[in-house]
């Protein structure tokens, strides 16, 4: 018996692997909502009290979920529904419509969701209305006719809310912002943006309709909190079927966010943005390490992944450039190694430049000042280089001063890989002097 049990518990190392694999890549790829949302415990609150007035007591309203991508804007409000229609009243009672602002792209399409997502496409059938209001309040008038006396309370869902504002006169958005504010049916309008000033772009009389409800999620996450965070996402759940794997795992992710490289990395991490979704990133990166020959995360696999996802859009930039593009990156490169990263000016890398010719007896790279200034402004539009003086400082062209944006590695990375890189020019951006 007692052998019986051990047997199931004890698991092989591949199969826990696998299993690890499987519970982590949930968590981290598909949008599994947690038990609670981490750190907006107060927007929570609010928003499911709102909803319920209007499951519960029929009550209109209109609130705004507005917070940068990735902040848990969706996840919140699924969380909050899922807990809301725990109660079977509420379930058996309440309607959701969810539009979103990318595929519903003008009120017609929208207005034919809707219809489809409230089962009245026969009701409505081929009648024909003389306007949108008119047409949803025959939606609205048509939910009243079940076997209840009054009507059902209804979700409006918008995510990209701020795309809605785009359609022609706002008709959607000032229809059921108006039906939410009138007592004629139960509704809850809830918009989800990233726009801090979406209210901007609403209408005077569509604006004057909405409650004026915001839920903001600014994370406030202190350092502290986003390494439990970061430890209580890669930890197995108390029901992992291997109870002494999943100790020793949860012990070696502890040891893990206490070593000195890891912190480092996830305090870059925290720094550039707290959200779950840009950590869920690297984590999965540092996930896809773990193999049987590999069965608990490293630090080195961890700062392998913070490599990856750090992989700059910049360097790959690089890879587009013309030779001449090129070189002149090379030659601040060398200004930047000889001057202590101090800016420079034209001048200066053309006459770095010129040096590299001059080097050479039988020079290809035979430009004229004025094209090598224009490959210089050109690197100033793709933003690798920039100003240092504003835009407004009257300064000659060749004596402004710039800085380039990536540094030395950067650089040196991406000569390894750039596409047929003539010899020379590698073998002078490797040159200590220039
Ligand atoms: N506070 C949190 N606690 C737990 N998980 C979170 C939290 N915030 C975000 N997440 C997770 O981060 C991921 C991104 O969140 P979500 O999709 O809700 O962002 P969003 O604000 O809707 O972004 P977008 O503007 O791109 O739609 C999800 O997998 C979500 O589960
Ligand atoms: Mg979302």
New binding site residues.
């Given amino acids: 018996m007692s052998k019986r049990k051990a047997k199931k518990t004890h698991m092989t190392v591949g199969a826990c692997i696998s299993q690890v694999q499987t519970i982590l890549r949930e968590?981290?790829c598909h949008?599994?909502?947690?038990e609670?949302?981490?750190?907006?415990e107060s927007q929570y609150k609010h928003l499911l009290e709102l909803l319920k007035r209007t499951a519960v007591h029929g009550e209109s309203n209109s609130v705004l979920?507005v917070?940068?991508?990735?902040?848990?804007?969706?996840?919140?409000?699924?969380c909050v529904l899922r807990e809301l229609l725990e109660v079977t009243e509420v379930k058996k009672n309440v309607l959701q419509v969810h539009l979103h602002g990318l595929l519903q792209t003008d009120d017609r399409i929208a207005l034919k969701e809707i219809t489809r997502q409230l089962n009245l496409e026969n009701v409505v059938g081929d009648k024909v209305f003389g306007s949108f209001a008119e047409n949803l309040a025959f939606l609205l008038e048509a939910l009243k006719k079940g076997d209840r006396s009054n009507s059902r309370p209804v979700f409006f869902i918008l995510?990209?809310f701020d795309l809605f504002a785009h359609h022609k006169n706002q008709t959607l958005l000032y229809n059921l912002l108006d039906v939410s504010q009138s007592a004629q049916a139960p509704i809850a309008v809830i918009g989800?943006?990233?726009r801090l000033d979406v209210l901007e772009l609403l209408e005077k009389r569509v604006k004057s309709r909405f409650s004026h409800r915001q839920i903001q999620?600014l994370?406030s996450l202190s350092f502290g909190k986003y390494l439990d965070?970061v430890i209580s996402?890669l930890g197995l759940p108390q029901d992992f079927p291997d109870t002494k794997f999943s100790e020793e795992w949860n012990d070696s992710i502890k040891r893990l966010c206490e070593d000195k490289a890891v912190m480092a990395v996830l305090q870059k991490q925290y720094n550039s943005s707290k959200?779950?979704?840009s950590?869920?990133m690297l984590l999965i990166l540092t996930l896809s390490q773990v193999s049987v020959s590999n069965p608990s995360i490293k630090p080195a696999d961890l700062l392998e992944a913070s490599r990856v996802c750090g992989a700059d859009s910049k360097a790959n930039m690089l890879h587009g450039l013309s030779i001449l593009e090129l070189c002149l990156i090379i030659a601040m490169k060398h200004l930047n190694d000889i001057y202590d990263g101090e800016p420079f000016n034209f001048q200066m890398v053309y006459n770095e430049f010129k040096k590299f010719l001059q080097r050479k007896s039988h020079s290809i790279y035979n430009f004229d000042k004025p094209v090598i200034m224009k490959a210089f402004e050109h690197l100033q539009q793709l933003e690798l280089i920039r100003s240092m003086e504003g835009s407004t400082a009257n300064i000659q062209k060749d004596y402004q001063l710039m800085k380039l944006m990536l540094d030395h590695n950067q650089v040196m990375e991406c000569l390894q890989k750039y596409p047929q890189c003539p010899t020379d020019v590698k073998q002078w951006a490797m040159s200590a002097f220039g």
Avoid: A, W, Y
């Fill in positions: 968590r981290f949008q599994m909502l947690p609670k949302p981490v750190g907006m979920i917070g940068p991508r990735g902040s848990g804007k969706t996840m919140l409000l699924k995510d990209e989800l943006t990233c999620l994370s965070n996402q959200d779950f979704r950590l869920h």
